[in-house]
Structure formats: structure tokens, C-alpha cells
């Protein structure tokens, strides 16, 4: 049995250890806002917070986690950040077909978490790893640039 720490509740898992993140979230957790892309960490559809930092869960074994803190999409809205930014990403409308949203806000929460005032250049390094097929970039980094002066951020 491995209990992980998830969107601050305890969350058993009877799995073994290599079983990746994604996969306990999504099918024993039934926590499906983190969505499957690529399977390799590449497209960042499936990124989590993990001690704060993004995270891809789809090659993360969960027995690499006891004692860390994961947020997912389903609790990033308890953080500053994290409501600052998906607040910004709906008046923004950024959303197209939304497949990669979760993980796009994501990365963005973590970005703002750490600097509440990127560059686009900032921007453009914390989100290279999220992959938009709907080529939504342009309304991402302006949803970004508006959570980073949002009022929400003082709202903790």
C-alpha cells in the first residue's frame, strides 16, 4: 500500500511502486483532469505540482512520491497561483478544443507561483514543454500576463 499526499487529503494506493502517477491518479483516484498525451513526458497534457515544481506524471512512479505534496488540476485552485490563473485563462478564453488545458494551467501556476511578473521570454521556458495542437499559444501567454496581475494573487 502506498499513501500519497494529494491536493492536501491522503490517498491510498494498492499498487506497486513503478505504477506512474498518471495512471493512479486517473483510474484509482478517478482524478481525470490530468490527461494522458503522450506517454513520455514530452507533451505535458499530464502535468502535475509536485513540491511545487511541474511535473510530468506519466513516467513518475508513485513510490517516488511518499512524503512529497502532489497538486493536481482538481486542487490548484486552492493556491494563489492556481486561482489567479485558471480565473485568467477563462476570461482570457484560451481554451479551444481544451485537451492540453489542464496541463498548460499547470505549468502557468507553477511559473506565477515562483515569479509574478515573467518576461515573455519566462514564459516561453516554463511553457516549452506543454504541446497545444490548437495553437493557442499567443491567448496562454496574455491569460498568463493578465493572473500575474490579478488581485486574486492576495486573496490567500
Known amino acids: 500500500m502506498i499513501t500519497l499526499e494529494i491536493n492536501g487529503k491522503q490517498h491510498d494506493f494498492d499498487v506497486t511502486g513503478d505504477v506512474p502517477l498518471l495512471w493512479a491518479l486517473r483510474d484509482i483516484a478517478q482524478m481525470t483532469g490530468t490527461k494522458f498525451g503522450c506517454g513520455m513526458a514530452l507533451c505535458g497534457a499530464c502535468t502535475v505540482h509536485v513540491e511545487g515544481e511541474a511535473t510530468r506524471s506519466c513516467v513518475l ?32 478564453e484560451v481554451v479551444q ?60
Open 61 to 92: 512512479p508513485i513510490a517516488a512520491l511518499v512524503g512529497k505534496k502532489v497538486v493536481t488540476i482538481e486542487g490548484i485552485g486552492q493556491s494563489p497561483a492556481g486561482k489567479a490563473t485558471q480565473a485568467a485563462w477563462l476570461e482570457t
Open 97 to 156: 478544443c481544451g485537451y492540453c488545458q489542464s496541463g498548460q494551467v499547470m505549468s502557468a501556476a507553477a511559473l506565477l507561483a515562483k515569479n509574478q511578473n515573467p518576461s515573455d521570454a519566462e514564459i516561453d521556458q516554463a511553457m516549452a514543454g506543454n504541446i497545444c495542437r490548437c495553437g493557442t499559444y499567443p491567448r496562454i501567454r496574455e491569460a498568463i500576463k493578465a493572473a500575474a496581475k490579478s488581485p486574486l494573487f492576495k486573496e490567500a
